[in-house]
C-alpha cells in the first residue's frame, strides 16, 4: 500500500528554550480537549524554542490556544504523510522532489508500530502546488 500524502495546516509559537514549557502547552491544550494530528518543536537559539501544531480540529485547537493566551503564526501549509513502514518509504518520496528540484526544508519521520510510519515535511511556499501534485497529495 502506498503512502498517503496530504496536505495539513499548522500553527506554531514561539516559546522561552526552558524546562516546563511544553508541559504549560500542552497541558492547556488538554485542558480544552485539543487533539493534535501532529506537533514538533525545536530549539531556535539558546533562549527561544519553536512548537509547531498540526491540529485536527482548528476551530478547539484556535480557542484553546486564544485561552491559554498562546501566539500563534499561522496557518501555514506543511505536509502529512501516513503510510505502510518499509524500507525506503521515505527515500521514495524524496527522490521524486529531488528529480524536481524541490528542497525539502524540514522533515522528521518515525516508525508508528504495527507496520506503520509517519512523517512530516515542509517544503518553500513557492513549492507547494508543485510538491503537492508530484506526491498526489490531497
Known amino acids: 500500500m502506498a503512502a498517503v500524502v496530504k496536505k495539513v495546516e499548522y500553527f506554531y509559537t514561539l516559546v522561552p528554550n526552558k524546562a516546563g514549557q511544553g508541559a504549560r502547552i500542552f497541558n492547556a ?60 518509504a521515505v527515500a521514495e518520496m524524496l527522490s521524486k522532489l529531488e528529480k524536481a528540484h524541490i528542497n525539502v526544508t524540514a522533515i522528521q519521520a518515525v516508525a508508528a508500530g504495527a507496520g506503520r510510519f509517519g512523517a512530516i515535511f515542509w517544503v518553500r511556499p513557492r513549492n507547494i502546488g508543485k510538491a503537492a501534485q508530484i506526491l498526489n497529495a490531497s
Open 29 to 88: 491544550l488538554r485542558e480544552e480537549g485539543v487533539s493534535l494530528i501532529a506537533f514538533t518543536g525545536f530549539p531556535l537559539s539558546k533562549r527561544r524554542a519553536q512548537v509547531d501544531f498540526v491540529p485536527s480540529n482548528q476551530e478547539v485547537f484556535l480557542d484553546a490556544a486564544k485561552k491559554a493566551g498562546i501566539e500563534l503564526v499561522g496557518p501555514k501549509v506543511a505536509f502529512l504523510v501516513q503510510g505502510e513502514d518499509r524500507v525506503g
